[in-house]
Nanobody, 124 residues
Framework: QVQLVESGGRLVQAGGSLRLSCTPS????????MGWFRQAPGKEREFVAA????????YYADSVKGRCTISRDNAKNTVYLEMNTLKPEDTAVYYC?????????????????WGQGTQVTVSS
């Protein structure tokens, strides 16, 4: 099993920014495609961003494109999600996920491992 630990979630005012971090353990980080998903209360979990094994390819949900940047540092064994110009609708629990098979994917069913989540709350 791969263990994922997210950090960085906090309360932030609308228009603000923050950076989430995720560190996997249990296997070689560079072999994993990584992604971020989020789930707001009463809503289904949705895709936010993904990055390929080497970081060459990135995907973003339309709702966050232009406001978010996903990156990874394989030497530090960490993936990041930088979020800017935050909106109240960004409020959710954000989950880090890892996929063993694909180079990169937007599909949550292709992810094998999930973190416990970190709460991001954007106040209006």
């Amino acid at each position: 099993q791969v263990q994922l630990v997210e950090s960085g979630g906090r309360l932030v005012q609308a228009g603000g920014s923050l950076r989430l971090s995720c560190t996997p353990s249990g296997r070689t980080f560079s072999t994993l495609a990584m992604g971020w998903f989020r789930q707001a209360p009463g809503k289904e979990r949705e895709f936010v961003a993904a990055i390929s094994r080497r970081g060459a390819i990135t995907y973003y949900a339309d709702s966050v494109k232009g406001r978010c940047t996903i990156s990874r540092d394989n030497a530090k064994n960490t993936v990041y999600l930088e979020m800017n110009t935050l909106k109240p609708e960004d409020t959710a629990v954000y989950y880090c996920a890892a996929a063993e098979g694909p180079i990169v994917t937007r599909k949550q069913y292709e992810y094998n491992y999930w973190g416990q989540g970190t709460q991001v709350t954007v106040s209006s």
